[in-house]
């Protein structure tokens, strides 16, 4: 009646085409990358798109910081890591930050040190990666090893949001500056359920795909209400598409008219090994 996943942008190109010929909603809970929901008018997602969440990313770096000029490492081989360029090189050039320089890797190398040398090499302002987090963990240690100083911040798409960040960086995570679609810290009180929630059952607090995932559980059980219908499909998909100001661990959530997430995103930095909101 419902397909709530999958996980990766790279697999809903294709999984999505098929759900939507089938007349199967569905909902993803992780897919940010541009043209998810473009398949198809089944297609809803309650993750915000990298093209919300990294103009006002750049937007409140270049307020607090005073960023001027910028160099980009970014996967060029994945859907999800090369939306999330797109979407920063169009927030940059909006935001009149000059880049100095553009680089890309491939997902599973480890060896990130040609081009991070290059780009110290031209004294940004900051470093902008676009990465998964596995790749971006070991970007984040190198760039500290390299000796780029931590007065350049190095600033992350979506891909850096999650405590596996700090577990596998360390103290080369301190100071990365990442756009996020969710506040761990937020007093909501569905919010602290949730956090504490997970936090006791699994030994870690949640991560911003867990939350969302989350979030789509309720998500998908309102329309299922609201629909009278546990399997009529078409009713679920209507339904899906009225939803406005619910209640969820992300805040107040609506789809848009295109179907893509609605709600506000955040700022984080990472500060003594925790994430916060930047600036506070």
Do not use: C
């Amino acid at each position: 009646a419902l397909i709530i996943g999958p996980t990766l942008s790279n697999t809903a190109q294709v999984t999505n085409r098929i759900a939507q010929q089938s007349g199967v909603p569905v909902l993803a809970i992780s897919n940010t990358a541009k043209g998810i929901t473009d398949i198809g008018d089944y297609i809803f997602r309650d993750s915000l798109t990298e093209a919300v969440v990294i103009p006002n990313t750049i937007r409140v770096a270049k307020e607090k910081l005073g960023i001027k000029k910028v160099a980009i490492l970014y996967g060029d081989d994945d859907a999800f890591t090369k939306g999330g360029y797109d979407a920063f090189k169009n927030a940059l050039s909006g935001a009149g930050i000059e880049i100095l320089s553009e680089m890309t890797f491939a997902k599973g190398d480890r060896n990130f040190s040609p081009q991070l040398t290059q780009l110290k090499s031209l004294n940004p302002d900051a470093i902008v990666v676009s990465a998964l987090v596995e790749e971006a963990s070991g970007i984040l240690s190198q760039a500290r090893q390299l000796g780029i100083p931590a007065t350049v911040p190095i600033i992350g798409g979506n891909g850096f949001n999650s405590p596996a960040l700090i577990k596998n960086a360390g103290e080369s995570a301190e100071g990365v500056i990442v756009g996020a679609a969710w506040n761990m810290t937020s007093t909501n009180p569905l919010n602290k359920h949730f956090v504490d929630a997970y936090t006791n059952r699994f030994g870690s607090p949640p991560d911003q795909f867990a939350a969302q995932a989350y979030a789509g559980v309720y998500i998908a059980l309102e329309a299922v209400k609201k629909a009278g219908s546990a399997d009529n499909r078409k009713a679920i998909r209507e339904a899906m598409a009225q939803i406005k100001d619910f209640d969820t661990v992300l805040g107040k959530f609506s789809f848009t008219a295109g179907r893509d997430a609605d709600h506000t995103p955040v700022v984080q930095t990472v500060k003594v090994g925790k994430f916060v909101v930047f600036g506070e």
